[in-house]
């Protein structure tokens, strides 16, 4: 069994490969239309979104891309654009009501039963739509020394019986990391189910090491994986792999899209996504609405084309691919069917 103490094992290993891959993602926005052969594009990159916000991308996940195509789907959730730059009303920095809904240290706290932990502010990949990108990681993140003070929070209210990892992405995190976590956990009877929210094993799918399914693995508690794929060309040969390890571990699998203009607004793209999820073992659960955060209204889709969309998708999915189409209303007791 692993536990916090026996992980960061002796002799020290050397840093696993993910973490070599990790650091070596794009970061400059020339560079990116230099590997997929599109020149041309630098004359959109943006001014000032880029500097807050920096473009960051694994090199796997740009194998994925298609070059010469600046329409690429994948392209266009990493590639910042000068239409960030717009302001746009109704569009604002934090439109999900996070701010209001701090629980504890590092912990947001909306619906019942329900913890989130903002356990990290690091992602292996900028999502140009990503709803906290104006989140004060700084300040909020639960990570280091403010466990112990979450863990505290969390013994205290008996109602929470899952915990949900999130962050940015939890999983860009040492495994050591979070297995003292865990560990700290376990002292907590009421907590019986551990969720993961992550884009790592999509984008970073070496992430999905030995040591990782060993640690999910011992965990005691029930364990969710929601995943994160907003197309069906995300999913690759080793992605498939990834997900499937993640299955043994004995983890069920859900997977969350936002739907984007220019991205997924499709129903054969997103009936794709669905076969392609379910043919590595995750099931999908939402298709969120765009959340409105400045600097993303051009991925907005209006709600009636969304209710389209869905109801075009209802029609050649069986109904267990189906995602739910929701929308994150801040103050609501839930995510809202949209
Ligand atoms: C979305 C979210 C959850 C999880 O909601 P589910 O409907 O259970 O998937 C929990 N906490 C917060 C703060 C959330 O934003
Ligand atoms: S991985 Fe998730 S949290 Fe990180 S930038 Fe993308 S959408 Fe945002």
């Given at each position: 069994m692993i536990t916090a103490q026996s992980l960061?094992?002796?002799?020290?290993?050397?840093?696993?490969r993910w973490q070599a891959l990790w650091r070596d993602a794009v970061r400059d926005p020339h560079e990116l239309l230099a590997l997929l052969g599109?020149?041309?594009?630098?004359?959109?990159?943006?001014?000032?979104a880029t500097q807050q916000f920096p473009l960051r991308v694994p090199r796997g996940f740009v194998a994925r891309m298609r070059p010469g195509d600046p329409d690429d789907p994948l392209l266009r959730q990493v590639l910042p654009l000068d239409d960030e730059d717009r302001i746009v009303p109704g569009f604002d920095l934090d439109a999900v009501g996070d701010g209001a809904a701090?629980?504890?240290?590092?912990i947001i706290h909306k619906y019942a039963g329900r913890a989130l932990l903002?356990?990290?502010?690091?992602?292996?990949v900028h999502c140009r739509y990503c709803f906290r990108r104006h989140f004060p990681y700084a300040e909020e993140t639960a990570a280091a020394d403010r466990w112990r003070a979450a863990l505290e929070w969390l013994a205290a209210d008996t109602s929470i019986d899952e915990v949900l990892l999130s962050g940015g992405d939890p999983l860009s995190l040492a495994t050591g990391k979070l297995a003292e976590f865990s560990e700290g956990l376990?002292?907590?009877?009421?907590?019986r189910r551990l969720r993961i929210h992550t884009r790592l094993p999509i984008v970073l799918p070496e992430r999905v090491d030995a040591e990782l399914l060993a640690w999910l693995s011992s965990l005691p508690q029930q364990r969710v994986v929601v995943v994160h794929a907003n197309h069906g060309n995300e999913i690759d040969a080793a992605t498939a792999k990834a997900l499937a390890a993640l299955r043994d571990t004995g983890a069920t699998l859900f997977n969350q899209a936002v739907l984007l203009r220019g991205v997924n607004d499709d129903a054969g793209v997103l009936a794709e996504l669905s076969e392609r999820l379910f043919a590595a073992g995750t099931l999908p659960y939402y298709l969120h609405q765009l959340d409105r955060v400045a600097g993303t209204a051009h991925f907005e889709v209006a709600p009636e084309r969304a209710r389209t969309l869905h109801a075009e998708l209802a029609a050649r999915l069986p109904g267990y691919l189906l995602p739910r189409l929701v929308r994150e209303v801040a103050g609501a007791a839930s995510k809202l069917p949209l």
């Open positions: 960061p094992t002796q002799p020290v290993p050397a840093a696993p599109l020149p041309a594009l630098a004359a959109r990159l943006p001014a000032a701090r629980g504890g240290p590092g903002v356990a990290t502010g690091s992602c292996a376990r002292a907590l009877p009421h907590v």
